[in-house]
Every structure is written in structure tokens, then in C-alpha cells.
T-cell receptor, first 114, second 113 residues
Framework: NAGVTQTPKFRVLKTGQSMTLLCAQDMNHEYMYWYRQDPGMGLRLIHYSVGEGTTAKGEVPDGYNVSRLKKQNFLLGLESAAPSQTSVYFC?????????????FGNGTRLTVT | GESVGLHLPTLSVQEGDNSIINCAYSNSASDYFIWYKQESGKGPQFIIDIRSNMDKRQGQRVTVLLNKTVKHLSLQIAATQPGDSAVYFCAEKMGTGRRALTFGSGTRLQVQP
């Protein structure tokens, strides 16, 4: 049972480049989330999905897009990377919404934008 | 503003002692709280959660206490082991309908052998 799997683990981008972070979960969870983690700021919610085909904005959505074409996958896209997007990105999933069941996190993608 | 904070950024304890990690919150409408453990290079791992209609909840070697009067949350770890060394985060959900968990900045627990 892999849980939540994120790819890639590390990536370096130049300003203006684009990329997609992949997240897959094998727990049949309805809810999926993308968070970013910066030093001294805890984790902040970027976007989330309450089911296949749905997406919604979180606290810090600017500069990111997401898609949930399949229940098990949640993709995070950066169309034009900026140095401010240097961070560690975590994907999470939960069986029910926040507050009803805990979030299960992947091991993160460390992104550096130069 | 509304925030989740931690009293101590680093806590050092002796192996076998009990650990207490504290967390203050300021939003009285928060109805759900959760503790995560994060080891270096890994994602946050769920430890225990508690809803606002409870004061205490126990798990395996861990206990979470919620004091709504003073808006305080604590995580107690019994018989702390070297494997407990990590950063611990508390998080809150600020009321019905809110999707996001608001995370604190974390406390590093160091277990001395």
C-alpha cells in the first residue's frame, strides 16, 4: 500500500519555465489537496479537490493550476515559474473533508526556481 | 490576526521522559484540531486529532488535551523514544465549511539518549 505518491522528488526550474507535479493516491480517497511548505510559515493550502472532476482554490492559489481528471490523481501545474514559488510541495488526500477524517500526506517535491 | 502558534520552537527531552508540546490558537470558532509529526525529508504524518466538543483524546503513547477556555492545545508523548525526534505541527480548522487547515510553524522535538 503506497498511500500518497508524489513525483518528482526534486526539480530545478528557471524563471518562466513550466512544469507539472504529479500526485497519486491508492486509498480511494475523495478529497485531495496541494500544500506548500516554507520555512517558518507552516503549510499553506494552494488548491484542493472534493472529487473527480472538481477543483477549488485554497489560501495561496495564484500562479498555480490543478486538474483532477481521475479520482486517484491530482496534478499541480506552474505555467510560468517564479522564484517566489521555490518551496516544498506536499500533496495530501482524505477519505472525507477536513475535520471529518485526517489528511494523509506524500513525501513532498522540493522545487527550486532560479 | 487569527493564527496557530507554538510556545517553544525546540524541545529537548531525555529518552524515557514524557514530552509536552504546546500550541495556542486564537480563533474561538475552530472546531477541529490535529497534530502531525514530520521527520526530515518526509511528509507530515498524522498522530492524533480532536474535535472541539472533547477535552481529551488518547492514542498509543500520545494524548491530546484541548482547553477551549484559554485556547490551548497540547500533545503529550509518554516514554519518549529516539524515534519520536521530529518536528511536530498543530493545525486547526476554523469552523464549519472551512476547507483549509491552518498550520503552526512547528516545534522540533529532540530526544537525548
Amino acid at each position: 500500500n503506497a498511500g500518497v505518491t508524489q513525483t518528482p522528488k526534486f526539480r530545478v526550474l528557471k524563471t518562466g519555465q513550466s512544469m507539472t507535479l504529479l500526485c497519486a493516491q491508492d486509498m480511494n480517497h475523495e478529497y485531495m489537496y496541494w500544500y506548500r511548505q516554507d520555512p517558518g510559515m507552516g503549510l499553506r493550502l494552494i488548491h484542493y479537490s472534493v472529487g473527480e472532476g472538481t477543483t477549488a482554490k485554497g489560501e495561496v492559489p495564484d500562479g498555480y493550476n490543478v486538474s483532477r481528471l481521475k479520482k486517484q490523481n491530482f496534478l499541480l501545474g506552474l505555467e510560468s515559474a517564479a522564484p517566489s514559488q521555490t518551496s516544498v510541495y506536499f500533496c495530501a488526500s482524505s477519505r472525507q473533508g477536513t475535520g471529518a477524517s485526517p489528511l494523509h500526506f506524500g513525501n513532498g517535491t522540493r522545487l527550486t526556481v532560479t | 490576526g487569527e493564527s496557530v502558534g507554538l510556545h517553544l520552537p525546540t524541545l529537548s527531552v531525555q529518552e524515557g521522559d514524557n514530552s509536552i508540546i504546546n500550541c495556542a490558537y486564537s480563533n474561538s470558532a475552530s472546531d477541529y484540531f490535529i497534530w502531525y509529526k514530520q521527520e526530515s525529508g518526509k511528509g507530515p504524518q498524522f498522530i492524533i486529532d480532536i474535535r472541539s466538543n472533547m477535552d481529551k483524546r488518547q492514542g498509543q503513547r500520545v494524548t491530546v488535551l484541548l482547553n477551549k477556555t484559554v485556547k490551548h492545545l497540547s500533545l503529550q508523548i509518554a516514554a519518549t523514544q529516539p524515534g519520536d525526534s521530529a518536528v511536530y505541527f498543530c493545525a486547526e480548522k476554523m469552523g464549519t465549511g472551512r476547507r483549509a487547515l491552518t498550520f503552526g510553524s512547528g516545534t522540533r522535538l529532540q530526544v537525548q539518549p
